[in-house]
């Protein structure tokens, strides 16, 4: 069974009488993580230490979306049997990029971690092209611990682009 939580921003900012939908922030998406797996699951299918994981991944794919993407246009979560798929469109055609910690003169970089964090705690990542303009990221977090491994060794190889 597969149960569908859609969102769909246009970009406009909200005015009087216009209603905003989607999220304004990672606090909202990780909300409405929260309510699809509640909502399907009654707590069932995931331990909280899952949880967290999936929602770090939304938080991590929303705020990129804002900082770097130009904004979330889309934002799309379904649960299929025990995983969550997390989707998260933005205007800009780049796909994201891992920066190293330390810069060319050992100093310590700011940010740069977000995306290996997504590509670790997901089970599949894929970037794709939108037809309009800018790119879609879909992320797959298994929920059930069978389908986790401690330790993992989540990386690029399961990130397509």
Excluded at 3 to 22: F, I, K, L, N, S
Excluded at 68 to 76: A, I, L, M, N, R
Aim: hydrophobic share 30%; proline share 7%; charged share 25%.
């Amino acid at each position: 069974m597969r149960e569908q939580y859609r969102v769909h921003t246009t970009g406009r900012p909200a005015g009087p009488g216009r209603d905003r939908r989607g999220p304004r922030n990672p606090a909202e998406a990780r909300n409405a993580v929260r309510r699809a797996v509640s909502d399907r699951t009654a707590g069932t299918c995931c331990d909280e230490d899952t949880l967290s994981d999936a929602l770090l991944v939304v938080s991590e794919l929303t705020t990129n979306a804002m900082l770097h993407g130009g904004g979330v246009t889309e934002f799309d979560v379904a649960l299929v049997g025990r995983e969550l798929y997390v989707s998260v469109s933005d205007r800009d055609h780049r796909v994201p990029v891992a920066s190293p910690a330390v810069d060319d003169h050992g100093r310590m970089r700011c940010g740069g971690r977000g995306w290996p964090i997504v590509c670790r705690l997901s089970r599949d990542v894929t970037v794709s092209g939108l037809p309009s303009g800018g790119k879609r990221i879909t992320a797959v977090v298994p929920l059930g611990r069978a389908h986790r491994e401690p330790g993992g060794s989540g990386g690029p190889e399961h990130c397509h682009m």
